[in-house]
Structures are given as C-alpha cells and as structure tokens.
Nanobody, 121 residues
Framework: QVQLVESGGGWVQAGGSLRLSCAAS????????MGWYRQVPGKQRELVAT???????NYADSVKGRFTISRDNAKNTVYLHMNSLKPEDTSVYYC???????????????WGQGTQVTVSS
C-alpha cells in the first residue's frame, strides 16, 4: 500500500505565499508523474500543476507565473510553492502520485487527504 501525506496549508492574506509538501511512503518501486489538484465544494477537482519523473512541468493557466511545482525523488516528495496568492486560490489542495508498486509493478494513482488553503482579501 502507498500513503501520501500533505502538509503546509493554512490561511494567508492576498499577495502572500505558502508552500505545500506531499510525501509518499509505502510499497514504492518508482513514482512517475506527481501533481497538485484543488477542489472547492460543488465544483469538480481541477488540475493545478504536474511534474514528471524527469521534472517536466505543466501548469493551469490560472496559476502560471505564480505557482512552482518541484519534487525530490530521493524523498518521494512533491512541493507546490504558491506566490501572489489570490482569494480565488482558496480551495482544498490534493496531491497525486502515479506509483509503480513493489513487488507487483502494478501502476496506480494515489491521492493525499487534502489540505485547506484559505486566502483572504
């Protein structure tokens, strides 16, 4: 089994910054793509940013230039650095990892429990 544990959410004023972390642990052979998604009540979960094992990145248009995704493969951890936060960034943020498990080599998507980010105007 694989677990993803997020940390770093909280409350911040508009224009401020936060850093989210997500550490994967368990029966991991390799982690392919990792990413961050967010969801507000009543709406679908939306992509924020993704990063491949080779560190190629992809961002939602709404966060380009403000958010930076990175990863530490040795620690099985993905980060989301959020700058110039806006009230519309308020959401629950979820990390995701596409994991190749050991010893089965099966590939599955795993999700963190979610962390609340609140940006006040």
């Amino acid at each position: 089994q694989v677990q993803l544990v997020e940390s770093g959410g909280g409350w911040v004023q508009a224009g401020g910054s936060l850093r989210l972390s997500c550490a994967a642990s368990g029966s991991i052979f390799k982690i392919n793509d990792m990413g961050w998604y967010r969801q507000v009540p009543g709406k679908q979960r939306e992509l924020v940013a993704t990063i491949t094992s080779g560190s190629s990145t992809n961002y939602a248009d709404s966060v380009k230039g403000r958010f930076t995704i990175s990863r530490d493969n040795a620690k099985n951890t993905v980060y989301l650095h959020m700058n110039s936060l806006k009230p519309e960034d308020t959401s629950v943020y979820y990390c995701n990892a596409r994991v190749v498990s050991t010893p089965s080599r099966f590939v599955n998507d795993y999700w963190g429990q979610g962390t609340q980010v609140t940006v006040s105007s």
